[in-house]
Structures are given as structure tokens and as C-alpha cells.
């Protein structure tokens, strides 16, 4: 059974068993230096990123720094 | 009549004033500038025109990780290895809810509690929500950070703000990105009379004299970034402005003279030479 988030305000599909780790890494890959995560509101700290499991419903926020003023 | 005004100050070797720096959240700081990291030509300019300027605390945006983006270079680790540190900031909320995450979202990316907290009202004047602001500003204290406020250059706002526990009062000169200068200069002085925290003109300077005029003023800092990352020539104007911000502390300390309606003058009028009537 495949899980739907929403990912930086996109909706979409992940495989059962993904973990936050998991998630950053697809979208950043191994430069995750200044990059932040944020489930439901919440500030996930990286070392919580590996056991967090991504449930059913989650709405996650994954930034980093940019230019700006 | 003697001569009676005779400048002393030659024998006496004045003094020239030297900035000891200041204090700035938990930094302590030896450049006035604070500069934006956006809207440069390349990131060569971007670092050729910081360095001209000397800041060392530069802003940067924290937005949503793209998947199409390219991976690119980490601007992070791009200012953190040329020795600058970071102000993030929460440009473009419109929510102290949004403003909030993403004010810890920065804590968290960069490891850093300081934040440059702006809630806007509108999108076409960008000017601040100062309510929502305000609102804000009290939880991010309440939550350990070290709050800079972008606030309207209205001194009840910036004395509210300081109220509730931030830093240092950021008020606008004039709109993001006008480059339209300090409009209100009166109620800059007001702010900076009665602040106990480093008052910061953010937003407006179009130009290295309006750099001036804030220090002469006697603002702490200045906080500026399209007017050097949009100039025809950044790097110059970066290094333009940093003269202006040590031309203006410097006239701010050595004390302007007051304003007068009329002329005074100033070679004395006793011992004029008058041509006699008689021809």
C-alpha cells in the first residue's frame, strides 16, 4: 500500500517503509548541508530524520537557504 | 580688534574618532553594513561586491527545496566557507504562522537562533503587517530567537517591538526595493532616541549617500541589497557604500551643527572695509 503526502505543497505517492532521511535524500541527495524539515507544522531535527516514518496524510516542508534580502 | 577665533584644533592634534564596533545579537560586529545575498548578476559579483562592502552578516531566503532544481551550489556553505555569518530571514510571509515556521525552519537549517523577521501586508508595497509582526516577534522570543524585525519607520511599532524582546529594530527607509531613500528621516531620529537596542535602516537605500544619512541619524546599522546587487556596477557600489557608512558614523559622532532658518555669517562682519560716500 502506497502512502500520498504532500511534499513542499505538491501532493504525491511514496512507497510504504520511506523514512524523512529517505525523502531528503531523494530530493537533495547526499548535499544536505542547511537544509530543513518540517512535518505537519513541526520541525524534525536531523537526527530524528532517519526513524521518522513518513505516515499517510503527512504535510512536509523540506528548504534550505537561498539568496535574500 | 585682535584676531578672537583663531581654530585651536590644529595645536591641539584632534583626535580622529575610530568606530570600537558594536554589538548585534549574540555577534560583535566591526562592519555597520549588513547585506542581501540576492539579485546579482553571478555569485562572482555576489562575492567580489560583499567583500568591497566589508560586511560580515549577510541575509539569505529560505524557501522550499525545488525537485527540478539543479543542485547548484550550496549558498550556505558558500558564505559560511568565505567567513560570513548569516542572517535568515522570512521574506515573503504574509502570516505570523508562516513567519514562525519558517523563522524555525532557518534555526534549523543553519544553526543559527538570529532572524530577520518580516510579515508583509501587501504584495505591492511589501510593507510590513505590523500586528502580525508584532505577534510574532513576541512567540520567536518566547521561543529562544534572536528577533530583527523589518518594522514601519513608526516609532510606537519599533518601541512595541523592543517591548516584547527583540534585538534590534530594523525600520524601512522607504519600500523593499524602491531605492527611494530615508522618506521619513524625523521619525528615524525618533526611533533611534528612544531605542536601547541597535536601531538598523532596512530597505529604501537607492544609494551610498542615503547610507550617509542613516548613520548621521544615528542609526547602528544599515541593511541594504538591491542597491548594490542591481547597480551597474556592484562591486563599486558596494565599496561606495562602505564609505558612505563611514563618512555618516563619523559625522554622527563628531556632531552636525543645528539647523537655522537664516543665514549666519561666517567671516565676522567687525573691521569690513566701506567705501566712503564722497567721490
Known amino acids: 500500500m502506497t502512502k500520498r503526502i504532500r511534499l513542499n505543497g505538491t501532493s504525491r505517492e511514496l512507497a510504504q517503509g520511506s523514512s524523512i532521511a529517505m525523502l531528503v535524500r531523494s530530493l537533495v541527495g547526499e548535499e544536505q548541508e542547511g537544509v530543513a524539515v518540517a512535518v505537519n507544522g513541526e520541525i524534525v531535527t536531523r537526527s530524528q530524520w532517519p526513524e521518522r516514518e513518513v505516515h499517510d496524510g503527512d504535510d512536509i516542508e523540506i528548504v534550505r537557504a537561498v539568496q535574500g534580502g | ?279
Open chain 2, 1 to 279: 580688534m585682535a584676531t578672537t577665533s583663531k581654530s585651536s584644533a590644529q595645536s591641539r592634534g584632534a583626535e580622529p574618532l575610530r568606530d570600537q564596533g558594536w554589538r548585534l545579537a549574540d555577534l560583535e560586529l566591526t562592519s555597520r553594513l549588513i547585506l542581501g545575498s540576492s539579485r546579482y548578476p553571478s555569485r562572482q559579483v555576489l562575492l567580489d561586491a560583499l567583500s568591497a562592502s566589508g560586511t560580515q552578516l549577510v541575509t539569505v531566503g529560505i524557501r522550499r527545496v525545488s525537485p527540478t532544481a539543479e543542485g547548484g551550489e550550496n549558498l550556505y556553505e558558500l558564505l559560511r566557507e568565505s567567513g560570513y555569518h548569516v542572517l535568515p530571514n522570512t521574506a515573503g510571509c504574509f502570516t505570523a504562522r508562516d513567519a514562525v515556521l519558517t523563522a524555525q525552519l532557518a534555526r534549523e537549517a543553519l544553526g543559527t537562533t538570529r532572524i530577520k523577521l518580516e510579515v508583509i501586508g501587501d504584495e505591492d508595497t511589501l510593507l510590513p503587517d505590523v500586528e502580525a509582526l508584532t505577534e510574532a516577534a513576541r512567540e520567536l522570543v518566547r521561543d529562544g530567537f534572536q528577533v530583527l524585525p523589518y518594522t514601519n519607520d513608526d516609532p510606537i511599532t519599533a518601541k512595541k517591538l523592543e517591548d516584547v524582546g527583540c534585538v534590534a529594530v530594523m525600520p524601512l527607509g522607504a519600500p523593499i526595493g524602491s531605492g527611494l531613500g530615508i522618506r521619513n528621516p524625523h521619525n528615524i531620529e525618533l526611533i533611534v532616541e528612544r531605542a536601547t537596542v541597535p536601531v538598523i535602516v532596512d530597505a529604501g537605500v537607492g544609494t551610498a549617500s542615503d547610507v550617509a544619512v542613516a548613520f548621521e541619524l544615528g542609526c547602528d546599522g544599515v541593511l541594504l541589497n538591491t542597491a548594490v546587487a542591481r547597480a551597474r556596477e556592484p562591486v563599486a557600489m558596494a565599496a561606495a557604500v562602505r564609505a558612505a557608512a563611514r563618512s555618516g558614523w563619523l559625522a554622527r559622532q563628531a556632531g552636525r551643527i543645528p539647523r537655522l532658518f537664516y543665514a549666519e555669517p561666517s567671516t565676522p562682519l567687525e573691521g569690513r572695509v566701506r567705501a566712503s560716500d564722497k567721490v
